[in-house]
């Protein structure tokens, strides 16, 4: 049996897979469009494994998907693929309502017909996983309690709001069809082979290039964070063990504001890469104007996850951040050929 990834070369799925396949043999079949995000270097490491198979192809091309589900005789879709920016939803709604819920929905119906012809037992065994944000339950003031799975869906960006309707409609051909599906609400991830528009890696190559270190606002958002890696063991188990149709939150239990986060991570450069002139990579902070309708506060409530599942995060916010910023300091050649080309385009709209 396989499982079919999509969205398998960027940031979550490369990690998704490579952790998978550093663990069993069974075999993956990783679907991704390859646009701006997607990075077949993630997975260059799997070049020669026989249990590894890449497709290049849309999640929005029923044909091809159902071809792949038949051809591999596919146990689980875990579904990835997105378009997973909030700037660039802000810059560009369009490609977010096409492939986060144009694209969901296209998948579940090419899951849908081929799960209808499946035999009974494996009807019964067969999965999709749907990898959500925290971002769809909407903003929490300083004194709320955390997130948890029946927290009102109030989504505040076109991305949440997309995230927001493939949640929906997921749940909807779980209730309508009976599809076995099992959701994840997860926080902010961070760790290898995270692209350099996000808050961390782009923090981490700025201060390596001198460059100001971009803090929106007054920086005082709150946000949890989870080590990458964290996040796909939680999705193994969930997997393995989820009772279908129920949602399980995830995070870290590592709430921080956006100037920690920057600051701790200048506090570790420090350490690791000194500069010469002895300055700290703090000095570089930068204040610029805040991102329209900025969420002030995310916060998750894992323990739907921890106590039916029993899943808990390895890494605490500094063990992972520290593994990360080694991560960066150790591939230079990753990095060179992802801020080549478009990249700059996309720093140059956003930050000039
Ligand atoms: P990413 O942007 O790094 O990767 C998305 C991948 O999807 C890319 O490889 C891209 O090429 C591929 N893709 C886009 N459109 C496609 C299409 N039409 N067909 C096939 N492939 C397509 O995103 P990520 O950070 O790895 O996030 C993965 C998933 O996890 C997303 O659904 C996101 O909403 C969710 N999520 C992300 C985070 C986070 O902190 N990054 C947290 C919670 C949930
Ligand atoms: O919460 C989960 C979400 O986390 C995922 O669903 C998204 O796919 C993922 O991109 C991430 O969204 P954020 O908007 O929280 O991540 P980002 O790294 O873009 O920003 C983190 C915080 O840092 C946010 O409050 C905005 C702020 N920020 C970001 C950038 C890029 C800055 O202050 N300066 C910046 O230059």
């Known amino acids: 049996m396989t499982i079919l990834v999509t969205g398998a070369a960027g940031f979550i ?7 998978w396949l550093g663990q069993s043999t069974e075999e993956v079949v990783s679907l ?10 993630n997975l260059s490491s799997l070049n020669q494994n026989p249990h590894h198979h890449f497709v290049k192809g849309n999640i929005g091309d029923r044909d091809l998907v159902l071809t792949l ?14 378009e997973s920016h909030v700037d660039r939803s802000i810059h560009g709604p369009g490609d977010f309502i096409e492939t986060n819920i144009v694209g ?3 998948v579940l119906e090419s899951v849908r017909s081929y799960w209808n012809d499946l035999d009974e037992p494996s009807k019964k ?6 990898v959500s944000t925290d971002e769809v339950y909407g903003s929490l003031n300083d004194k709320a309690s955390a997130f948890t799975e029946n927290h009102p869906y109030e989504p505040n960006s076109p991305y949440s709001a997309s995230k927001a309707a493939s949640d929906h409609l997921v749940r909807a051909w779980f209730h309508t069809y009976g599809l076995p599906v099992l959701t994840t609400n997860c926080s902010n991830n961070y760790g290898p082979y995270h692209f350099p528009e996000k808050l961390i890696p782009l923090c981490i190559l700025n201060a390596l290039n001198d460059k100001p270190l971009p803090i929106y606002g007054d920086g005082k958002q709150i946000r949890d964070w989870l080590y990458v890696k964290d996040h796909c063991s939680a999705i193994r188990e ?5 009772h279908i149709g129920e949602t399980y939150n995830v995070g870290g239990w590592n709430e921080k504001t956006n100037l920690e986060v920057v600051e701790t991570l200048c ?22 104007k805040d991102r329209p309708g900025h969420d002030r506060r995310y916060a998750i409530d894992a323990s739907k996850l921890e106590r039916d599942l029993g899943w808990r995060p390895e890494e605490t916010f500094e063990t ?16 060179n050929h992802v801020v080549s080309g478009e990249y700059q385009h996309w720093v140059e709209k956003q930050y000039s």
């Open 238 to 242: 969930v997997l393995k063990q989820g």
């Open 104 to 106: 969901t929905y296209n």
């Open 13 to 19: 799925g490369s990690n998704f897979v490579l952790d």
């Open 267 to 288: 506090a570790i450069l420090d350490e690791l890469k000194p500069k010469s002139d002895g300055k700290s990579y703090a000095d570089q902070i930068t204040f610029v």
């Open 32 to 41: 991704d469009l390859l646009t701006y995000a997607g990075n077949l270097e």
């Open 125 to 130: 065994s067969f999965r999709f996983l749907h």
């Open 320 to 335: 992972g951040l520290r593994k990360t910023v080694i991560w960066y300091l150790e591939h230079e050649t990753w990095v």
């Open 69 to 82: 589900l038949k051809k591999h005789d596919i146990r689980a879709v875990i579904h990835f693929a997105a």
